[in-house]
Structure formats: C-alpha cells, structure tokens
Antibody, heavy 121, light 106 residues
Framework: EVQLLESGGDLVQPGGSLRLSCAASGFTFSSYAMNWVRQAPGKGLECVSSISGSGGTTYYADSVKGRFTISRDNSKNTLYLQMKSLRAEDSAVYFC??????????????WGQGTLVTVSS | DIQMTQSPSSLSASVGDRVTITCRASQDISHYLAWYQQKPGKVPKVLMYAASTLYSGVPSRFSGSGSGTDFTLTISSLQPEDVATYYCQKYNSDPRTFGQGTKVEI
C-alpha cells in the first residue's frame, strides 16, 4: 500500500522559510516522479512543483519559481520542498502526490494527508 | 498555458439522479484529461484518466467522455457518498492545470 506522510508545515512570518518533507513507502520510490500540490483554504488545487524519479527534471509553477526548490533523496524515500521568501498567498495545505510516471506529466495517483503552511505576521 | 474551465461550479441533485459535469480546455489536449474527487475534509482521489478510463476500485456509475477540448464526467445514479467536489485536470505536460472544481450536493 502506498503511503505518503508529509511534515514540516508551520506558521511562518512573511519573508520566512520552511522545508516540507514527504516520507514515502509501499512502492519503488525512485521509479516515480513526485509532486507538491497545494490547496488554499476553501480553494482549488494547484500543482506547484514536480520532480522526476531520478531527480534530474524539475517543474515549478510561475507562482513559486525562484522561491521554492524541490528535491528528493531516493536512498531515504523522501521528497522535499524548500520554500523561501514566503508570502501570505502561499498559505495552504501542501500535499505530496505520487505521479503515475517516472517523468513529470502523469496523473496524481496517490496523495498524502497534507501539511498546513500558514504565512502570517 | 492551457486553462481548464468546469461547469457548473456547483449543483444539487437527488439520490438516484444522473449528474453531468463539463470540463473545457482552452486548447486541444487530446485525451489527456483526468478527474479527481475530493470529499469534504478529505484528500483528493483520482477517479479516471485518459478521459474515460476508470481507476481500479472506482464504481461503475462514474463515467467519462470527450476528447480535444470538451469533456464530461457523468454519475449515472447519484449516491450519498458521492457528495464531493470534482476537479478535472489536463496532464501529459506541465503545467498540469486543474479546473476550478464542481461541488456536488444532495
């Protein structure tokens, strides 16, 4: 059974930084691309970043480009999202999602429970 | 970027009703369309891909159709457990944009 467990969400001041983690189990982690999808309170879904199984290909939404960095440690079956220069509009639940493919571009087959990021002074 | 537009934004129907949700892409996306279901307070779950292929375990009352720019999700007989927000998503290339969602109530 695929399990994805996010951690690292917190209350942070505007301009601050945060690192999210997603521990994966139940599948061959390095064989699948991984994604971070966020959902602001009462709003829809936005894929903010993706990374290929090898880590060699990444994608960032325009809304986070230059501020967020996605990475993965295949030896630890863990996905990361380093967030800096955080803004109020980054406040959301951040989900880790397993891709259906090795390279970014598939559907989001499995989701974690999410971790809440609140950016506020 | 390709935009995805769903209609209606919300709907209310009775148990047993046939429900249809529409998703329109701003450009041709062939069959690269997925549907997700998010029940209140829960995590999104993928229902189908390639516009009409159900994922394992998804009830057969759910069906999808369409290609190019126009797609539909149909629930043939609405059940209480289908209360949720439904999202379409274009995939195969980034950005994998979601529609704004359709809230289905009973």
């Amino acid at each position: 059974e695929v399990q994805l467990l996010e951690s690292g969400g917190d209350l942070v001041q505007p301009g601050g930084s945060l690192r999210l983690s997603c521990a994966a189990s139940g599948f061959t982690f390095s064989s699948y691309a991984m994604n971070w999808v966020r959902q602001a309170p009462g709003k829809g879904l936005e894929c903010v970043s993706s990374i290929s199984g090898s880590g060699g290909t990444t994608y960032y939404a325009d809304s986070v480009k230059g501020r967020f960095t996605i990475s993965r440690d295949n030896s630890k079956n863990t996905l990361y999202l380093q967030m800096k220069s955080l803004r109020a509009e980054d406040s959301a639940v951040y989900f880790c999602a397993k891709d259906s493919r090795n390279e970014p571009g598939g559907t989001f087959e499995s989701w974690g429970q999410g971790t809440l990021v609140t950016v506020s002074s | 970027d390709i935009q995805m537009t769903q209609s209606p934004s919300s709907l209310s129907a009775s148990v047993g009703d046939r429900v249809t949700i529409t998703c329109r892409a701003s450009q041709d996306i062939s069959h690269y369309l997925a549907w997700y279901q998010q029940k209140p307070g829960k995590v999104p779950k993928v229902l189908m891909y390639a516009a009409s292929t159900l994922y394992s375990g998804v009830p057969s009352r759910f069906s999808g159709s369409g290609s190019g720019t126009d797609f539909t999700l149909t629930i043939s007989s609405l059940q209480p457990e289908d209360v949720a927000t439904y999202y379409c998503q274009k995939y195969n290339s980034d950005p994998r944009t979601f529609g704004q969602g359709t809230k289905v109530e009973i």
